[in-house]
DNA sequence: ATTCGAAGATGCTTTTGGTG
DNA sequence: CACCAAAAGCATCTTCGAAT
């Protein structure tokens, strides 16, 4: 490479060389310095990285801290937050020149009245931080443009160790919109920056003939004719037909997208020709850089309409199948993703964690003295936890238990146990469940549906996790909740679907080869199922064991 | 002063029984 | 017993709202 030789190289700065500016500075007190370092130093720690590792940038160790959990860094939520706010008090001082300052002169005349006029509370606050900017920029409200957003965001992502500056530009952006477009129509709207996320075309906008004949085959799909031939042997589920829907509705958009003339797809025998599939299938393969395995699924549909609704010949059925074999993608028992999630678990003290979570969240919930409806839903997230544990069901099962319908009290006092029965129709493999919780998930339960769960609103429906209208919280909606919470109060990363894992992965560790028990606890009506996910993990312990009995032996002849 | 929560919609991924 | 289809589940976006 050529280097200029009248260039001086600088090498970016660290936090090693933060430090060593921080200790040469006598315009601070000792006390404020000591802190300061202290900040720096430890924020390496947490990081496992030395000072002088570490760039002095902000964006950069915004993205480096925000993997940092305190529970699981065994520091406290307050510790973290002055750390941070000392990290950045340092790299201003030291390496940062130009800055806005935080707290300077007040807001100017005009965005002061603009936020303390605003008809809601929290319309002030989401507007606090971006007014101030603006102010100490000289731009007055009537200014703010699209370029000013821009850049607000750099300040916050070069100069502020906010967790998400882009989300905060969003809320701001609505906040903003929500006031011109309502309050104050003299104030200029910014523009919204398209999705990234892929939208297909509404089915709405293909001929009628192309709508009529999607609707033919989902109307095949869903009903059974037994004098039908070669008709369906079973009604496809709800989940299943709208999965059906989707796959021709991303396989036409992808058509479209590479070129096809919506109007020229007048029916599904439009989509299943063997160039037009290849055209579609490039056309995702390039848009998501490789097979995924949507193309696979997308693809299965297709066979499926061609060899049942177009009725294609054989040889055209051998091609299609031919181009399947080609998207498809390799998968063996479980993702890397689930696993890498598992594997928090072979550190004993994330399991204790979570184990011990309902409890911890009761407990916190019952510390607080007006307790209401945030503490509702603590209690509430603590039993799904405990009953997840106890009985690890689809989240769906979970989310949609009805006081009514699945719960049972038996016995007396302080025996009482709570059973839950659901029924096989209710289960995604038919398999009924029954458990009988323990004495203590029992208690937990009692001790939600009466002193917390009348918190909520929509509590006099018989959703035993209810939504504010009365009706069960959503699978998907009740999920992210969990997630969220175990999260929050554990820095564990992990979804309900998880917890089946967890289960027998803790089972199968206390007693190795012991499927059969995994099968039923999990309501596999295959052991097959149950040995091809988990035996895999045979490893970890193959690996825990070497260390233990081998590694061990050498650490004592050492 | 700073995000956070609820809930619906939909694209995308994973699970799981069964079959060739 | 590898592979596939059915039936989920997960992630993310959107919109309308607030809590600490």
Known sequence: ?????????????????????????????????RDLVSAVRTAARLLHRSPEDLPASVEDLRNRLADIHPVQASISLKRLANVKSGLVAAIEMTVTTCRIRKRQRPRSPAWATLVQSTPQKWQA??????SHFCSSQGIEPTDVSDDVLVRFEEHLSK?????????????????????????????????????????????STYPASFQADIEAWIARLETVDFLEDDGPAKALRPTSLRNVRACLRQFADALVKSGVKPDELLGLSDLVDPETVKRGLRYLRERDGGN???????????????????RVSGDIEKVLKSIQAKVSVAYDGMTDKNRNRLGQFRDERNIDLLLDLPRHLVSKAGKVKDAGRNQALMVMHAVAIDILLACPMRIGNLSSLSIDQHLTWR?????????????????????PITID????????????????????????????????????????????????????????????HLFRHLAALLFLDKHPGEYETV????????????????????????????ETEVLQVRRAVK
């Open 1 to 33: 490479m050529y280097v200029d030789q009248y260039s001086i190289i600088k090498k970016p700065m660290t936090l090693g060389d933060v430090v060593t500016r921080l200790e040469a500075k006598t315009d601070l007190s000792t006390t404020k310095r």
């Open 125 to 130: 606050y989401t507007l606090s931080r971006f």
């Open 159 to 203: 100069e502020v160790l906010t967790k998400k500056p882009e989300k905060i530009v969003k809320i701001t952006r609505q906040t903003w919109n929500g006031l011109a477009e309502r309050v104050h129509p003299e104030l200029p709207a910014l523009t919204k920056p398209p999705s990234r996320r892929v939208l297909t075309r509404d089915l």
């Open 292 to 310: 995924r395995p949507s193309h696979h699924t997308i693809m299965a549909q297709l066979i499926a309409v061609a060899r049942y609704h177009v």
């Open 411 to 431: 016995g007396e006092g302080r025996e009482q146990r709570v059973a839950i029965a659901i029924p096989g129709s209710e289960v995604k493999n038919r398999q």
């Open 437 to 496: 919780l323990s004495v203590e998930t029992s208690k937990l339960l009692d001790r939600y549906i009466h002193s917390w769960r009348p918190k909520l609103e929509g509590s006099s429906g018989n959703a035993l996790f209810t939504q504010t209208n009365g009706n069960a919280r959503t699978p998907s909606r009740f999920g992210q909740d969990i997630s969220r919470t175990i999260k929050r109060e554990t820095g564990i990363v992990m979804n309900a």
């Open 519 to 546: 099968r039923r606890l999990l309501g596999h009506k295959n052991l097959n199922t149950t040995t091809k996910f988990y035996a895999p993990f045979e490893t970890w312990r193959a690996t825990e064991r070497y």
